[in-house]
C-alpha cells in the first residue's frame, strides 16, 4: 500500500497548501479543517472516490 500517497498537501477546496504536521493530522484523524476556507477534508474520499449517482425514477435509498 502506498498509503503517503493518499495525503494530499494541498486544500482540494482553495488550493492552500497544507503544512507537514496538517498531513499528519489528515492522516491519523482521516479528516482535517483547512483553515484557509473551513472546507473539511476527508480521507476517505480520496480513496474510495463514490459519486453520487440517482438513478431517474428511483427513489429508494440503496
Ligand atoms: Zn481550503
Known amino acids: ?3 503517503r500517497d ?4 494541498t486544500c ?3 488550493g492552500r497548501k ?3 504536521w496538517e498531513q499528519v493530522l489528515l492522516r491519523v ?5 483547512c ?3 473551513w472546507y473539511r477534508i476527508f480521507l ?3 480513496e474510495n472516490p463514490k459519486p453520487k449517482v440517482k438513478k431517474p ?3 429508494k435509498e440503496e
Open 57 to 59: 425514477g428511483s427513489d
Open 12 to 14: 482540494p477546496h482553495c
Open 35 to 37: 483553515k484557509g476556507c
Open 6 to 9: 493518499l495525503i494530499p498537501d
Open 44 to 46: 476517505d474520499s480520496f
Open 29 to 33: 484523524d482521516r479528516a482535517l479543517m
Open 1 to 3: 500500500m502506498n498509503e
Open 18 to 20: 497544507l503544512s507537514p
